[in-house]
């Protein structure tokens, strides 16, 4: 992005998030724009040469796609995925194990307009799903089977990977779908292993966030708070806490975890009308600060606390910015 264009994008921003008070913090990097409506980011470590790791951010249109950045926040346009109907939300695991002898890293997303979830392995960015696993096909309602939100787990206990999945709306109980990721000989196919999760019925359930190592889940019902399970299945649907509403001014969006640094963990939500950040406190779930990232209207954000390059020497977090682009920041700025 040329200077010009980086000053006017971050004062239109700034100017937009005044009203919250709070001061400013400027991006280290804002990526190219997309063509509609950026949404939510996921970031793939590249384990070898972490500085040739990559964002993947959806751009939510009926002509959508899944954009890959690099760190300079430029497209890669051979690993972007094109031509999807209403990508959502997008999501990254490592080690998926196709076969006794074969594991892929692998990003999931939603495509809503097509009823159904994506699979590709990463970074070569092959399809693994055979153009897509059908969700929620039981729903009886309209726009319950409209999937927007999806977290992957990778359970610690016996190595399977799940995907869960929200929707545009749904019931009260069981508005979450969590879904076996199986392989074999033939491919890949998923097995619907539980029904969970409480909804206030206010707004609706999109951002979702799994804490694999501990096995818990968290989401935020948009007009009430953030919800917490256990993302284990044998554990049960107990709801373990709700909490943080108070602290938001409207919608409760994009989520995501910082582990372990500092000997802190996070749990950071977007205020999507205040343009601010929550921070909370994973182990206490109490408030720790609010920050101005100078985005607008974020809806969703993702980090990594591992040292990328030069820029993000303390890991790196992302933010949906409502000007087509993604905004980057060093970790450590924000801690």
């Excluded at 937009?16 to 470590?45: F, G, Q, R």
């Excluded at 729903?139 to 999937?147: T, W």
Aim: aromatic share 12%.
């Amino acid at each position: 992005m040329k200077l010009y264009k980086y000053l006017a994008v971050l004062a239109v921003t700034i100017s937009a998030c005044k009203k919250n008070n709070l001061p400013p913090i400027s991006p280290d990097v804002i990526t190219e724009n997309t063509l509609h409506d950026t949404d939510d980011p996921a970031i793939w470590v590249n384990k070898k040469n972490p500085s040739e790791s990559i964002v993947f951010g959806t751009d939510k249109d009926t002509d959508g796609a899944i954009y890959a950045f690099d760190l300079q926040g430029k497209v890669i346009e051979n690993k972007t995925i094109r031509g999807l109907k209403r990508p959502n939300n997008v999501d990254v695991r490592y080690d998926f194990k196709l076969n006794d002898s074969t594991t892929v890293d692998i990003i999931a997303f939603t495509e809503r307009e097509r009823q159904q979830i994506r699979l590709f392995s990463v970074p070569d960015m092959k399809p693994l799903d055979g153009g897509g696993f059908p969700v929620f096909t039981d729903a009886k309602e309209p726009e319950h089977n409209l999937p927007m939100g999806i977290s992957l787990y990778h359970s610690a206990v016996n190595g399977n990977m799940y995907a869960i999945v929200g929707r545009k709306t749904g019931p009260l109980e069981g508005y979450l779908y969590q879904y076996l990721l199986k392989a074999d000989k033939k491919g890949v196919k998923t097995e619907l292993v539980r029904k969970f999760g409480k909804f206030s019925g206010k707004k609706e359930i999109e951002a979702i966030v799994v804490d694999d190592k501990e096995g818990l889940v968290y989401y935020s019902d948009e007009g009430f708070g953030i919800r917490k399970y256990y993302a284990e299945p044998k554990n049960g649907n107990e709801e373990l806490a709700a909490f943080g509403g108070e602290y938001f001014l409207d919608d409760i969006e994009g989520l995501c975890l910082v582990n372990g640094v500092s000997g802190k963990d996070y749990i950071i939500a977007s205020n999507q009308q205040k343009h601010s950040f929550v921070f909370f406190d994973k182990n206490t779930l109490e408030f720790v600060k609010e920050l101005n990232l100078s985005t607008k209207e974020t809806d969703g954000c993702e980090a990594v606390t591992t040292p990328l390059n030069d820029t993000f020497k303390s890991g790196l977090f992302v933010a949906m910015n409502d000007e087509q682009n993604f905004f980057f920041f060093d970790l450590g700025k924000l801690l």
